[in-house]
């Protein structure tokens, strides 16, 4: 990500030193620390959602392609897309089925 070597980041250490001292420098690399990892956490939230959508969206075109052809001579990923759009309605609809049966 950062092409930043070993003398770059010495130098980086040392004007740290000198400018917050040795009291404050510890707390300084703890905020900053935890400022990089909510910044990647969500970044990493923000790619997964993202990846997410795109592949609802993907199973949403197959569907429709499936619809068009019938839902019959399906190609392999169709009928594949169309097995797991089946599985994941009947998840759904598994907590109400047990709930009207009680």
Do not use: C
Not at 6 to 25: D, N, Y
Not at 61 to 79: D, F, M, V, Y
């Amino acid at each position: 990500m950062f092409d930043i070597g070993f003398w770059e980041l010495l130098v980086i250490g040392v004007l740290a030193l000198l400018v917050l001292g040795p009291e404050r420098l510890p707390g300084a690399i703890r905020s900053t620390l935890n400022t990089v990892r909510s910044i990647k956490n969500t970044a990493h939230g923000f790619k997964s959602e993202v990846e997410q959508q795109l592949r609802i969206h993907e199973l949403h075109e197959n569907l429709k392609k499936a619809e068009e052809q019938g839902l019959k001579n399906l190609s392999p990923e169709l009928e594949q897309s169309v097995e797991e759009l089946k599985r994941a309605a009947e998840s759904v609809q598994q907590p109400y089925q047990s709930k009207k049966d009680d």
